[in-house]
C-alpha cells in the first residue's frame, strides 16, 4: 500500500472549515483513499474515502485531484470535537487490501 | 454505522501470565479482520490480519507464538497475549471490514498493563 504525508499538526478556529491536506504521491490506480480519525484513547473513526471523485457525506468532504497525487479532507465548521488525530491511508479494495496507518495530523480547534 | 466491540476495555495482569482480547462486529459478518497496536504518542501499528477459518497473517517482527490470533468465526475474533511482560503494555485494537471489502471499522480498543 502507498505511503502518505501529511502535516504534523494544525490549528482551526472554530466555526471555520478545518483543510487537512494529503500527499500520496504514489498512489496506484485501483488505491482508494480513506481518511479516519481518532480521539484520545479511542479507536480510529472512519469518515469519508473516495476513489477519484470528490466525495461530501454528513462528516466531511474529500477533494481529490486529478492526478490523485494529493486529496483534502474538508471538515466544514469544525467543533471542539472534531480536535483529534486524522489520518489519512491509501488502500486497495481486495482482501488482501491493508490500512496502514502513518502519523496523521493533530487538528486542534480553538474557541 | 457498523459497530466493533472488544472486551474487556481495559485489563491490568501480572507478568508472565496470558490475555485474551476478544473482538466482536455486531451487526455485520466480518470477512476480514485486522489487530493494531499503538504505544502513548505513536500511530497505531498493524500486527496481523486474518480471515475467518483461515490463519492468521502476521506483520514483520511480529512474534506468531507470543500473539496468538484466533478467528473462528464470521463475528468474532480473538487476540491472546502469551506470557506477558511490561514491555506488551498497550493500547489493543482491532478492525473489522465485511464482504465488501470498502469500510473497515475500529473497536474502541483494549488498554492492557502488565506489571
Known amino acids: 500500500d502507498a505511503k502518505t504525508t501529511q502535516p504534523t499538526s494544525m490549528d482551526c478556529a472554530e466555526g471555520r472549515a478545518a483543510n487537512l491536506p494529503c500527499n500520496h504521491s504514489t498512489i496506484s490506480g485501483n488505491e482508494y483513499v480513506y481518511w479516519y480519525r481518532q480521539i484520545h484513547s479511542q479507536g480510529p473513526q472512519y469518515i469519508i474515502h473516495g476513489l477519484k471523485n470528490n466525495e461530501t457525506n454528513e462528516m466531511a468532504s474529500l477533494i481529490i485531484t486529478e492526478d490523485r497525487k494529493s486529496s483534502t479532507l474538508i471538515l466544514p465548521h469544525a467543533t471542539l470535537r472534531d480536535t483529534a488525530v486524522y489520518y489519512c491511508i491509501v488502500r486497495n479494495n481486495t482482501n488482501a487490501g491493508k490500512s496502514t496507518f502513518g502519523d496523521g495530523t493533530t487538528l486542534t480547534v480553538k474557541p | 454505522g457498523a459497530v466493533v466491540s472488544q472486551h474487556p476495555s481495559w485489563v491490568i495482569c501480572k507478568s508472565g501470565t496470558s490475555v485474551k482480547i476478544e473482538c466482536r462486529s455486531l451487526d455485520f459478518q466480518a470477512t476480514t479482520m485486522f489487530w493494531y497496536r499503538q504505544f502513548p504518542k505513536q500511530s497505531l501499528m498493524l500486527m496481523a490480519t486474518?480471515?475467518?477459518?483461515?490463519?492468521?497473517?502476521?506483520e514483520q517482527g511480529v512474534e506468531k507464538d507470543k500473539f496468538l490470533i484466533n478467528h473462528a468465526s464470521l463475528t468474532l475474533s480473538t487476540l491472546t497475549v502469551t506470557s506477558a511482560h511490561p514491555e506488551d503494555s498497550s493500547f489493543y485494537i482491532c478492525s473489522a471490514r465485511g464482504t465488501n471489502n470498502d469500510k473497515q471499522y475500529f473497536g474502541p480498543g483494549t488498554r492492557l498493563t502488565v506489571t
Open positions: 486474518s480471515n475467518e477459518g483461515s490463519k492468521a497473517t502476521y
